[in-house]
């Protein structure tokens, strides 16, 4: 085949990636490539303006990263003790800290003792219990129509790795359902998680009106568990051991 013979096919084109064709040599470069090349080359330029210059890759996520993958947060009182899987929990009683962050948007999220009961929870878009756990929460958000009554419920993605599978936690958090529950995003270095004293994920804290931690759970929970946590707090009583 003489190498300097025209394609008859038109190559795919792959702007996200790096094209792994080698160019074809400089001499006899038929001018008609050379003003695709251009076409594509304008595309690319308009793409990275339109984004802002985000060009981050969604890796297997099914999405594109937004800036706000990693949060900016702040932490103010005393962090809680970390949670041990047997024994008694010595945070129980405890306030919570105040943690100040923002959303996948980058608006304002603020976790702090507000005069309601609250449930926060902890994810990590790689881990595999929580690729179990969000669904559950998501089911019975469906259940009650959206959001649980007369308790503030928070979901923290945090542990982020862009390696890892499931990145960007943002499209993550949308796939699980859970696109609609108010958000506090961690920083790279799990600050949110360090406050509330998680050791491993999925991770759940339930805090009482006064801002008092009141009950802490990680792992795959039973099924039925967030039906009776919510109504637990809600009515100002014990979460059951059993839930």
């Not at 993958?69 to 932490?75: A, F, K």
């Amino acid at each position: 085949m003489n190498p300097a013979k025209k394609p008859t096919k038109k190559p795919a084109k792959q702007p996200a990636r790096k094209p792994t064709r080698k160019p074809a040599p400089r001499s006899g470069f038929p001018v008609f490539w050379v003003a695709i090349g251009a076409i594509v080359a304008i595309g690319v330029v308009i793409a990275i303006v339109s984004t802002g210059g985000d060009t981050t890759s969604s890796g297997n996520g099914g999405g594109n990263a937004t800036a706000h993958e990693y949060g900016t947060v702040t932490v103010t009182g005393t962090p809680l003790t970390q949670f041990a899987d047997s024994g008694s929990d010595p945070a129980v009683g405890s306030t919570i800290p105040t943690v100040k962050g923002e959303n996948f948007a980058g608006d304002p999220v603020t976790i702090a003792p507000d005069g309601t009961p609250q449930m926060i929870v902890f994810l990590a878009h790689w881990c595999p219990h929580c690729n179990v756990e969000a669904p559950k929460l998501a089911a019975y958000l469906r259940s009650v129509g959206g959001a649980p009554k007369g308790v503030h419920l928070t979901i923290v993605p945090t542990g982020s790795r862009q390696d890892s599978v499931n990145w960007p936690p943002s499209q993550w958090v949308k796939t699980m359902k859970l696109g609609a529950v108010t958000a506090l995003v961690d920083d790279q270095k799990s600050t949110a998680a360090a406050a509330f004293g998680l050791t491993s994920y999925p991770y759940i804290v339930m805090v009482d009106k006064d801002g008092a931690v009141v009950d802490r759970r990680a792992g795959e929970q039973q099924d039925g568990f967030f039906a009776k946590a919510f109504g637990a707090l809600a009515a100002g009583t014990p979460v059951p051991a059993s839930a």
